[in-house]
């Protein structure tokens, strides 16, 4: 059974909680968003694979997880990336951000969402369990098509896609 780290506002840590139980209540819970850019500048991105308790098969930021109870945002996001994407590489912190959204199911992920970038030319090797594919695309590409298909992507890609590319 996985848990989620609860937090408060200032991302102080006030508890731990089943994870299906924090998206059904929803309790606020750290989570992280990686964004994987290429020596292009075109950003990495990954399709959840059509298995996903939620949001499956939609397009969405390179990676994105919880980390467990204990466990830094380095260690998490470095895990994660390897054990979603295959790839490793020097990744850092560049802003957060919370939101509260429905993610279909009856699920409602309300996160505190640390945002990390990386930069990688490394094929990924995906795991199938977590990914169903994936594909490079420069930003103005990606902005064009979730105006025109907002459908076919994450609520939280949505909501943190403009700031990302502030900070590029």
């Known amino acids: 059974m996985e848990h989620v780290v609860l937090v408060d506002e200032k991302d102080t840590q006030i508890g731990i909680m089943e994870k299906m139980a924090a998206h059904i209540v929803p309790r606020l819970h750290r989570a992280f968003s990686i964004f994987i850019f290429n020596s292009k ?3 990495l991105l990954q399709q959840r694979a059509l298995t996903k308790y939620h949001s499956p ?19 998490a996001t470095a895990r994660r990336l390897k054990e979603e994407m295959g790839l490793s590489c020097d990744m ?6 919370i939101y509260k959204a429905p993610v279909g199911l009856g699920l409602i992920e309300h996160e505190f969402d640390h945002v990390w970038f990386g930069q990688c030319d490394t094929t990924p090797t995906i795991n199938t369990d977590e990914v169903a594919s994936f594909k490079y695309m420069n930003l103005d590409d990606i902005a064009t098509d979730m105006k025109d298909h907002p459908e076919q992507y994450t609520e939280w890609f949505k909501i943190s896609f403009e700031e990302v590319r502030k900070h590029i």
């Not at 098969?57 to 260690?75: D, F, I, K, V, Y």
Request: hydrophobic share 30%; aromatic share 10%; glycine share 10%.
């Open 41 to 43: 500048g075109e950003m």
């Open 92 to 97: 850092h912190e560049v802003f957060t951000f």
């Open 57 to 75: 098969g939609l397009w969405t930021n390179t990676c994105c997880s919880h980390p467990r109870n204990g466990e830094t945002l380095a260690q």
